[in-house]
């Protein structure tokens, strides 16, 4: 007979278990404890030792009161490193391939999936935005995560891609084109009007340009 015990779910309980199992958090992927352990990896981050025991804790109780908070951007900041090494961009790639990182917003782009990046590798600078590498451009993700931007950094996507070149989509073909009754407006029907205290300005800026001359002594 089997043991039954072998059939069991073995549940993560450790804090990196918790972290990245948390609903919002599904753009983080796990970092291995051999790669947090490696001193090398750590090089230039500041941190407490407690902080650093509670992200390997095993048995991780989330309830304890001597949780300091510091260990989301302990985790977050080797997390932006552990992605852009070998083992790490394999992750990343995988959860790309099965959509974790969700897709454009833009109409033509149709569907073209993401991936996360934030705008500066500074902690505490802006939440994680998603990049479409079709139009080229960043978004808010659909679900709003409260991720930092730093746990990826800003050259994620671009090394990604240079590492995957065959993951890279072409740009969109179609573009919208703004008509009215069928025919294409011109571009200057599409500027934005000048404001009125602009352009008193300009006005005030041509008289005295206007007027110099005759004011100036002989």
């Known amino acids: 007979m089997s043991n039954p015990q072998s059939n069991e779910h073995k549940v993560d309980a450790s804090w990196i278990g918790w972290f990245v199992g948390m609903i919002g958090n599904e753009?983080?992927?796990?970092?291995?404890?051999?790669f947090i352990e490696n001193k090398f990896n750590l090089t230039g981050l500041e941190y407490l030792k407690d902080t650093m025991n509670v992200v390997l804790e095993p048995l991780f109780d989330r309830s304890v009161a001597w949780v300091s908070g510091?260990?989301?951007?302990?985790?977050?900041?080797?997390?932006?490193?552990?992605?852009?090494?070998?083992?790490?961009?394999?992750?990343?790639?995988?959860?790309?391939?099965?959509?974790?990182?969700?897709?454009?917003?833009?109409?033509?782009?149709k569907g073209q999936k993401a991936l996360p990046v934030g705008l500066s590798d500074k902690w505490g600078q802006s939440k994680v935005k998603i990049?479409?590498?079709s139009c080229k451009d960043v978004f808010r993700p659909k679900y709003r995560p409260k991720l930092d931007g730093a746990m990826f950094g800003t050259s994620f996507p671009h090394l990604f891609f240079m590492q995957f070149p065959m993951l890279r989509p072409q740009p969109p073909v179609?573009?919208?084109?703004?008509?009215?009754?069928?025919?294409?407006?011109?571009?200057?029907?599409?500027?934005?009007?000048?404001?009125?205290?602009?352009s008193s300005e300009t006005s005030t800026e041509d008289i005295g340009s206007t007027s110099s001359p005759s004011s100036c002594p002989n």
């Open 27 to 34: 753009f983080v992927c796990r970092v291995p404890i051999d």
């Open 70 to 109: 510091y260990e989301e951007k302990l985790y977050g900041m080797i997390h932006a490193r552990y992605i852009m090494s070998a083992r790490g961009v394999e992750d990343m790639r995988l959860k790309y391939l099965m959509g974790d990182f969700g897709s454009c917003p833009k109409f033509y782009c």
């Open 131 to 133: 990049y479409c590498p």
């Open 174 to 198: 179609e573009k919208y084109v703004p008509r009215i009754h069928g025919f294409r407006l011109h571009e200057s029907a599409l500027m934005p009007l000048e404001s009125s205290e602009t």
